[in-house]
Nanobody
Framework: QVQLVESGGGLVQPGGSLRLSCAASGMIFGINVMGWYRQAPGKERELVASITSGGSTNYLHSVKDRFTISKDSAKNTVYLQMNSLKPEDTAVYYC???????????????WGQGTRVTVSS
């Protein structure tokens, strides 16, 4: 099956930076979209940024000028560069990929286990 493994989370001071990585592996024919979601305590999970196979990107308004999503298609890996971090960015960040499996003609969503980001002094 498909597995997504995230890394790069941790504790950072306000104004600092982190770079998250997510690598997809397994029986993958293609990936249409990869994205980053986050969920803060007591809040719903929200889309932070996404990138299509063609390179089109979308961002949550509150992170648009601070975060950058990118990918390495050859490695089925997506990155999230987070700059000027704020306490309100504190959350567990989850990687998601919409995957086409061999012999299939539909997209199936897969989620990583999440990596925790804490922005605090």
């Amino acid at each position: 099956q498909v597995q997504l493994v995230e890394s790069g989370g941790g504790l950072v001071q306000p104004g600092g930076s982190l770079r998250l990585s997510c690598a997809a592996s397994g029986m993958i024919f293609g990936i249409n979209v990869m994205g980053w979601y986050r969920q803060a305590p007591g809040k719903e999970r929200e889309l932070v940024a996404s990138i299509t196979s063609g390179g089109s990107t979308n961002y949550l308004h509150s992170v648009k000028d601070r975060f950058t999503i990118s990918k390495d298609s050859a490695k089925n890996t997506v990155y999230l560069q987070m700059n000027s971090l704020k306490p309100e960015d504190t959350a567990v960040y989850y990687c998601k990929a919409d995957v086409v499996r061999p012999l299939a003609s539909i997209l199936s969503p897969y989620w990583g286990q999440g990596t925790r980001v804490t922005v605090s002094s």
